[in-house]
C-alpha cells in the first residue's frame, strides 16, 4: 500500500533558528496536506497544495510540492515558541477516499 | 457553532469490556473518520464512512466496529478482540472529495485500558 514518509521525526531548535520538514511518497499524489498539532490536542489543518511544483507561503510558512508529485516540504522562517507542535503531512491519491499520513516531525522552540 | 466533538475526553476501562467512543458533528459532512494515534506513530485509519448506512475498513480495523446510522454521528467500539487498546483516538469528518478533501478533527479521547 501507499506509504508516506517524513523526516525529521523530532528536532528541536532555538527560538529565531528555521525548521525544515520533508514528506516522502511511494506513490504519485493528487494533493498534499499539512496538518500542525499542538501538544495535547488535535490536528489542524493548515494547507493544501495540488499542483506539480506549487509553492505556497503562509507568514513565516512555506509549503513545496515536488515536480513528480511525490514529495513535499514545509519551511519555518524564525520559529517562535508558538510554532512548537507535531507537524503532519498527508497525501491524497486519485480515486482514493482517504489521505495517508506520515508519522509526523515534532517541533521543540526554546526561547 | 459548528465542529465536532467527542467525548468523553478521557476513559477508562478494565481490560475484556467493550467501549463506545461518541463522535458527533454538525457541520453537514457526508464523510466521517476514525484514526488512533500512538506515540511516533503517526494518524492510523480505523473505518471511513462516506455516506449514511455504509462504511469501509481502514489500515487497522481488526478489534472495532463502527455504525453510522446518521450523518452527524459515527460512533465507534472497540472491542476485547483489540490486543493493544490504550491509545489516543480522533475522529474526523470532511465533504467527499476523492482524496482531495480537507479533514476537520474533533478533540480526540484518550482510552486508558488497565
Known amino acids: 500500500g501507499q506509504q508516506v514518509m517524513q523526516i525529521p521525526q523530532y528536532q528541536h531548535v532555538q527560538e529565531g533558528e528555521d525548521f525544515t520538514t520533508y514528506c516522502n511518497s511511494s506513490?504519485?499524489?493528487?494533493?498534499i496536506q499539512w496538518y500542525k498539532q499542538r501538544p495535547g490536542g488535535h490536528p489542524v489543518f493548515l494547507i493544501q497544495?495540488?499542483?506539480?511544483?506549487e509553492v505556497k507561503k503562509q507568514k513565516r510558512l512555506t509549503f513545496q510540492f515536488g515536480e513528480a508529485k511525490k514529495n513535499s516540504s514545509l519551511h519555518i522562517t524564525a520559529t517562535q515558541t508558538t510554532d512548537v507542535g507535531t507537524y503532519f503531512c498527508a497525501g491524497g491519491r486519485t480515486g482514493y477516499s482517504t489521505l495517508t499520513f506520515g508519522k509526523g516531525t515534532m517541533l521543540l522552540v526554546s526561547p | 457553532d459548528g465542529g465536532i466533538t467527542q467525548s468523553p475526553k478521557y476513559l477508562f476501562r478494565k481490560e475484556g469490556q467493550n467501549v463506545t467512543l461518541s463522535c458527533e458533528q454538525n457541520l453537514n459532512h457526508d464523510a466521517m473518520y476514525w484514526y488512533r494515534q500512538d506515540p511516533g506513530q503517526g494518524l492510523r485509519l480505523i473505518y471511513y464512512s462516506q455516506i449514511v448506512n455504509d462504511f469501509q475498513k481502514g489500515d487497522i480495523a481488526e478489534g472495532y466496529s463502527v455504525s453510522r446510522e446518521k450523518k452527524e454521528s459515527f460512533p465507534l467500539t472497540v472491542t476485547s478482540a483489540q490486543k493493544n487498546p490504550t491509545a489516543f483516538y480522533l475522529c474526523a469528518s470532511s465533504i467527499p472529495g476523492q482524496g482531495r478533501e480537507t479533514q476537520y478533527f474533533g478533540p480526540g479521547t484518550r482510552l486508558l485500558v488497565l
Open positions: 497544495l495540488v499542483k506539480s511544483g
Open positions: 506513490t504519485t499524489l493528487s494533493n
